[in-house]
């Protein structure tokens, strides 16, 4: 009876490798065509998509003829590029908003969930739970309001527009939450007879104990700061302040002269600091998966 459980615990593996691979081609077909295509000339990429018949011949207009950087070398020295878009900037900008909005994410959503967790206070409860089910309205439905408020208090085209207005994500203090109450209360009250104060409960105790879990909410952060289009694009309105990924429309170049490779190479460059983030933190990114799904669990 082990040995038939051990087999079909064997092909349970089997299958769901089989599935998550073939769900990791279909995830990796975009990019790669993404990635070749950026190594052409423009007229080469117009060309090339111009006369074919069939699948295969698609397939083959996918690759390159030769490898040519041009593409991202003009985005960066601005030849031959119809635009005035300066993707140096767009790129300091995303660094200083994804670094910073991903801090603030670590500090406002680690203290509220542990005044949530670990601190009394009249409805507590009520007030996160109210939080919760308010950002199941749809984020659009904010925009509006939202804009007034920056409006008001002249952070258009400023870039403290992008940072503060996502720093307070309910979802991840409910993660952070759902984690402490994993970690006993026991130590706590060993520390206030100790004499230590509630911020050095949080300091000493609660921050070294929930490092996995800050490093998926880290994670999580710096990809929503780096990848959002829709925001800054509302309301930056100077092109030397748009962000990476806002600013690839820029681009596009005036007078709707499209520069197809320009852009490719520019989503090549967008995808770099993300990837490189998660190659660097993923034994702590997946320590954190699996360490906040037992917790629920």
């Known amino acids: 009876m082990y040995r038939s459980v051990k087999e079909s615990e064997k092909r349970v593996r089997i299958i769901c490798t089989t599935v998550l691979f073939l769900f990791a081609i ?17 007229t080469e990429f117009v060309a090339s998509y111009s006369n074919f018949n069939g699948r295969w011949e698609y397939l083959k207009a996918i690759l390159p003829e030769s490898i040519n950087f041009g593409s991202y070398i003009s985005l960066f020295t601005g030849e031959g590029v119809p635009t005035v878009a300066n993707i140096d900037k767009m790129i300091i900008n995303s660094i200083i908003v994804s670094v910073s909005q991903t801090i603030i994410v670590l500090v406002i959503t680690s203290m509220s969930a542990f005044a949530y967790e670990r601190l009394e206070f009249p409805i507590g409860d009520k007030v996160f739970w109210l939080l919760f089910f308010i950002t199941l309205i749809p984020g659009s439905v904010s925009i509006l309001p939202l804009f007034k408020i920056c409006y008001a208090l002249g952070w258009v085209n400023n870039i403290n527009a992008l940072i503060w207005p996502q ?18 209360k026991e130590m706590d009250e060993a520390a206030r007879i100790d004499g230590a104060s509630n911020f050095a409960i949080y300091r000493t105790v ?14 999580f952060a710096f990809k929503a ?44 460059i967008s995808m770099i600091a993300p990837f490189l983030l998660y190659m660097t933190c993923q034994k702590y990114f997946l320590r954190g998966i699996s360490v906040s799904a037992s917790v629920k669990g």
């Open 26 to 42: 279909v995830w990796l077909i975009p990019i790669v065509w993404v990635i070749l295509n950026s190594f052409k000339t423009n």
């Open 167 to 184: 720093v307070a994500g309910v979802m991840n203090i409910f993660l952070l939450r759902n984690f402490m109450k994993s970690i006993p």
């Open 206 to 219: 609660i921050v070294p104990s929930i490092q996995p879990v800050l490093m998926v909410v880290a994670l």
């Open 225 to 268: 700061a780096w990848n959002d289009y829709l925001w800054p694009t509302i309301v930056m309105n100077e092109p030397n302040n748009q962000t990476l990924t806002s600013g690839l429309a820029l681009l596009k170049g005036q007078y709707d002269v499209a520069q197809w490779t320009n852009l490719l190479a520019s989503a090549v």
